[in-house]
């Protein structure tokens, strides 16, 4: 593979110089990975947020053939790694490494057709919120051309630093985190203090799962504009990661008294969703549906409701908001994963697995892999056997990838090692996340930690405090009744492992099976 290709962003900002032309980074393997700047444009290393973060991000102008390519790097990761087990890893990390980046070298080796003086000019004019919602890859393209122009405008690198940020969010790329980092630094080196680069740096440290660097960075850049989309948005994502959902609340309604639109819409219904208020939570979405203009607003609104339905067990309704979301962006990658997830749920299997093999070659993130690997898996035949294997191989490979790009990826190592990994790397990496940060999402990775691990008396608390909010969570509740069984309590054990199929009896493959079975355990032995 090649050395390099272009790269807009230096390494050090001397306030002075353009756009450089080229930057090499290393994977964790060893290998060179190749890192473009017009890479693809969901739902990622974000936030637990429903579809993603502010607007909706979409592919970056890969055609088919480069997901075809980068599907077939990932079916050599697999089959390399049935042949030599002792490095599996190494080499899938290797392999994933260059299908994550083989795209951005495909955008940015061709012109869009899009392109040109006219798209130049309009370069600064981009806002942060027209990134998350539009073109990314045309739109990185116009920045980076316009900065070569324009290398002083601060404002402009500050809106690369976040389309970097949605191209490493939504294609599961964490190479690009550097890059946004390097151009945030930049706008800031220009114009000290501006609130554009401020609330980029917020989403760049939320997106990096440093929650509280992100609302540090958010506080600032309202502090310059306390009109700021981004930052008012950020701040509620921060606070409802850090699980102070009270808080969450408030700055959500400060929010859409502010800056009232799809990206405060959907974040209100999250915080509402959270506290188990899931009409209020609905009713906000369906208004921020009826605000939305692009197709991208459409595509991104539709899939939160599918993911509220598929959630609370409606998987017919779920399927629809899909339909309506890829009417509107056929390639929306959270439409395509809800998509799947709610044909597995509603007995479709060969759909479901087919469209998840497409979500993974497109973007090869922990939640999609997991579950391909658990239908896979249910299916039961060696050969799917070593492929479920091979998803959860591709999951320690992006955890790897993702740490060398600064993020935190704790609690996604957490629940997937838990489940198909190491367990007791798996009780490291939730303790430590609760060391940061005390959500329900961390209560309940680290009670389904304490569990895998045989310490149920431990778990049991945090159990209680995952669902503790009112939160309809169907995994939560399964959580909670496999280790209250454990720790001697059927009665409370039957209740939440009842209340977990009957809101959500599709909520995991693998799960909603082995829910079945303890509970029918629980009935026969009363």
């Known amino acids: 593979m090649p050395a390099h290709t272009t790269d807009s962003t230096p390494d050090e900002p001397d306030g002075t110089g353009g756009p450089e032309e080229a930057d090499t980074h290393a994977d964790p393997s060893g290998a060179a990975g190749v890192v473009g700047e017009g890479g693809a444009g969901e739902a990622g290393a974000g936030t637990q947020g429903r579809a993603g973060e502010a607007g909706a991000g979409t592919e970056g102008g890969a055609g088919e053939g480069d997901a075809a390519r980068r599907a077939a790097v990932l079916r050599r990761a697999a089959a390399g790694g049935r042949r030599r087990r002792a490095l599996h890893l190494a080499g899938c990390a290797a392999l994933l490494a260059v299908a994550l980046t083989g795209g951005a070298v495909a ?11 006219a798209a130049v000019s309009a370069a600064a004019a981009l806002s942060p919120g027209d990134l ?13 051309r316009h900065l070569r122009a324009q290398p002083k405008d601060f404002g402009s690198w500050a809106t690369l630093g976040v389309a970097y940020v949605e191209q490493a969010r939504t294609a599961g790329d964490p190479s690009r985190y550097p890059q946004a980092e390097r151009a945030l630094r930049r706008s800031l080196a220009l114009r000290p203090g501006n609130d554009q680069a401020l609330a980029g740096r917020a989403a760049l440290a939320a997106a990096r799962h440093d929650f509280t660097g992100a609302l540090a960075d958010a506080d600032r850049a309202l502090k310059q504009n306390p009109y700021n989309e981004r930052a008012l948005c950020t701040r509620v ?10 808080d969450a609340a408030e700055a959500a309604r400060t929010a859409d008294d502010r800056r009232p639109g799809v990206p405060v819409f959907t974040r ?6 959270l506290r188990g208020d899931v009409r209020t939570a609905r009713r906000v979405l369906h208004r921020a549906l009826d605000a939305a203009r692009s197709p991208a607003d459409v595509a991104y609104v539709a899939t939160a409701l599918g993911q509220l339905a598929w959630s609370q067990g409606d998987h017919r309704r779920a399927l629809a908001h899909y339909a309506c979301a890829l009417a509107a962006d056929d390639a929306y990658l ?8 709610a044909q597995a749920a509603s007995g479709d299997r060969a759909a479901a697995v087919k469209g998840l093999e497409q979500v993974v070659a497109r973007s090869p993130l922990p939640g999609p892999l997991v579950a391909l690997g658990e239908l896979y898996e249910e299916r039961g035949d060696e050969g799917d056997r070593a492929k479920a294997r091979d998803q959860y191989a591709l999951v320690d490979a992006w955890t790897a990838l993702a740490r060398a790009g600064g993020v935190n990826a704790d609690l996604d190592s957490a629940m997937a090692a838990a489940d198909h990994g190491d367990k007791r790397e798996a009780l ?9 940060r005390h959500s329900v999402h961390t209560a309940d990775a680290l009670a389904w930690a304490l569990h895998v691990n045989g310490r149920d008396a431990e778990a049991l608390p945090l159990t209680r405090r995952a669902t503790a909010t009112g939160y309809r969570n ?3 509740l399964y959580h909670r009744g496999v280790v209250e069984r454990a720790a001697g309590d059927p009665r409370a054990a039957r209740t939440h492992l009842k209340a977990a199929l009957e809101l959500n009896a599709g909520f995991s493959p693998l799960g909603a099976r ?6 029918d355990d629980l009935e026969g032995n009363r």
Request: net charge negative; proline share 3%; no cysteine.
């Open 428 to 436: 490291r990496a939730a303790r430590a996340e609760w060391d940061r």
């Open 107 to 117: 955008l940015t080796g061709a012109p869009d057709g899009r392109g040109g003086d």
């Open 268 to 273: 209100y219904a999250y915080v509402h969703e």
């Open 132 to 144: 998350a919602r539009g073109d990314l890859g045309a739109a990185v393209g116009s920045l980076q």
């Open 237 to 246: 994502d921060a606070l409802v990661e850090l699980g102070r959902y009270d």
């Open 334 to 341: 959270p439409a395509l994963e809800g998509r799947a997830r």
């Open 514 to 519: 082995e829910a079945r079975t303890a509970l």
């Open 474 to 476: 169907a995994a939560f």
